[in-house]
């Protein structure tokens, strides 16, 4: 098993929910869904050099907002990286 300190986890939605995406995180540093892939994969090999488990968790936006809210969480980074953390692999 995997040390906690080990594993870091990637948020991947589907393309279609790119424009909901931009609207959730207020003014994105990306501009297409393609672009948000390309920056997660090299997150995640330069997380991988350094001998991390990196695992990609696909959730809608909806589901995203969906489980916020059953968390009494607010729309916040920190608040969706939580949600990312808690999600089972994918």
């Known amino acids: ?8 986890k990637l948020w991947e939605f589907p393309p279609e929910d ?6 959730l995180v207020g003014s994105p540093e990306v ?18 050099r350094q001998g991390r488990t990196v695992l990609r968790v696909r959730l809608t ?3 995203m907002l969906l489980r916020l809210a059953e968390s009494g969480l607010t729309n916040t980074a920190d608040n969706r990286a939580l ?5 089972g692999t994918p």
């Open 1 to 8: 098993m995997t040390a906690p300190h080990m594993l870091m």
């Open 18 to 23: 790119f424009p909901a995406w931009c609207d």
């Open 31 to 48: 501009h297409t869904h393609a672009d948000y892939l390309t920056l997660i994969a090299a997150v995640q090999a330069d997380q991988e």
């Open 61 to 63: 936006v909806q589901e």
């Open 83 to 87: 949600i990312v953390a808690r999600t």
